[in-house]
């Protein structure tokens, strides 16, 4: 019986979100530069994409730059963006082709021209699918999203548009990049690292965590069905005991 036969149907996560950690450190073992990591782990998302397509998944977000990843060399940035456009390019056909639709969250202006057009174009190609969203987090991360949130509620206060006694979880959740998406079931970190480096800090409030050695490039489907197995065998209680879920 393969992994996918062994994952319940019925108990699905409904949004899986990854952290992609271990580019660098897999083409490091191997002798090869960073960007080598990076287009192997592109590949990897590939492959996950399709993972998550079969096993009926229904939101997948992917980690793919953080707005601390700014920070690297110039070099590696403009490579980062160079290759995303690159795949960006030659996987639309087969996403439009197999009803995959494709978002972005995260401070899309401060990326480069030509990668927020080409990003632009996928998203509009894509926009018809019926079957998984692909959500792309680039220039992301959950401080920034936070504070513009607040900083976007308060301004709507200010203008009246926004009573303050009417802001409650739901209100602020409005304001964020993912107020249409529902909140992960499952989140998991690739790469050995057990941290939510400044991710849907937010959202993930009650995603249940899987962490892997494993790193991204080597990451796939199987390595996915691991993940949502072991979370279908967990119990969600949502601050409630054991005997309040199973009445």
Not at 50 to 67: C, G, H, I, P, R
Not at 147 to 158: E, G, I, L, P
Not at 168 to 197: H, K, N
Not at 214 to 222: H, L, Q, V, Y
């Given at each position: 019986m393969?992994?996918?036969?062994?994952?319940d149907?019925?108990?699905?996560p409904a949004?899986?979100?990854?952290?992609?950690?271990?580019n660098?450190?897999?083409a490091?073992a191997?002798g090869l530069?960073?960007?080598?990591?990076?287009?192997?782990?592109?590949?990897a998302?590939?492959?996950v994409?399709?993972?998550?397509?079969?096993a009926s998944v229904?939101y997948l977000?992917?980690?793919?730059?953080?707005t601390?990843?700014?920070?690297?060399?110039?070099e590696?940035?403009?490579?980062?963006?160079?290759?995303?456009v690159?795949?960006?390019?030659?996987?639309?056909?087969?996403?439009?082709?197999?009803?995959?639709r494709?978002?972005?969250?995260?401070?899309?202006?401060?990326?480069p021209?030509?990668?927020?057009?080409?990003?632009?174009e996928c998203?509009?190609e894509?926009a018809e699918?019926?079957g998984?969203?692909?959500?792309?987090?680039?220039?992301?991360?959950s401080?920034?999203?936070l504070?513009?949130?607040?900083?976007?509620m308060?301004a709507?206060?200010v203008k009246?548009?926004?009573e303050?006694?009417?802001?409650?979880?739901e209100?602020?959740?409005?304001?964020l990049?993912?107020r249409?998406?529902?909140?992960?079931?499952?989140?998991?970190r690739?790469?050995?690292?057990?941290?939510?480096?400044?991710?849907?800090?937010?959202?993930?409030?009650?995603a249940?965590?899987?962490?892997?050695?494993?790193?991204?490039?080597d990451?796939?489907?199987d390595?996915?069905?691991?993940a949502i197995?072991?979370?279908?065998?967990?119990?969600?209680?949502?601050?409630?005991t054991?005997?309040?879920?199973?009445?």
């Amino acid at each position: 019986m393969s992994l996918l036969d062994k994952i319940d149907k019925n108990r699905l996560p409904a949004h899986v979100a990854i952290i992609m950690d271990g580019n660098g450190r897999w083409a490091k073992a191997r002798g090869l530069g960073r960007g080598e990591g990076h287009r192997e782990g592109v590949n990897a998302i590939r492959r996950v994409v399709e993972a998550a397509s079969k096993a009926s998944v229904q939101y997948l977000t992917l980690y793919a730059f953080s707005t601390e990843n700014w920070n690297r060399p110039t070099e590696e940035v403009k490579g980062l963006m160079d290759l995303m456009v690159y795949a960006i390019s030659r996987e639309t056909p087969d996403l439009k082709k197999n009803g995959v639709r494709i978002r972005s969250i995260g401070d899309m202006d401060r990326l480069p021209a030509y990668a927020r057009t080409a990003l632009g174009e996928c998203i509009r190609e894509t926009a018809e699918g019926t079957g998984l969203t692909l959500v792309l987090a680039l220039s992301y991360s959950s401080k920034w999203e936070l504070s513009t949130a607040a900083r976007n509620m308060a301004a709507d206060v200010v203008k009246g548009v926004l009573e303050e006694e009417d802001i409650d979880e739901e209100t602020f959740a409005g304001y964020l990049t993912t107020r249409d998406i529902p909140d992960p079931d499952l989140l998991i970190r690739t790469g050995g690292e057990q941290r939510m480096s400044n991710f849907l800090l937010w959202q993930c409030a009650y995603a249940e965590f899987y962490f892997t050695g494993t790193f991204w490039p080597d990451f796939g489907e199987d390595t996915l069905y691991e993940a949502i197995i072991e979370y279908q065998g967990r119990e969600r209680r949502y601050g409630k005991t054991s005997d309040q879920i199973e009445r």
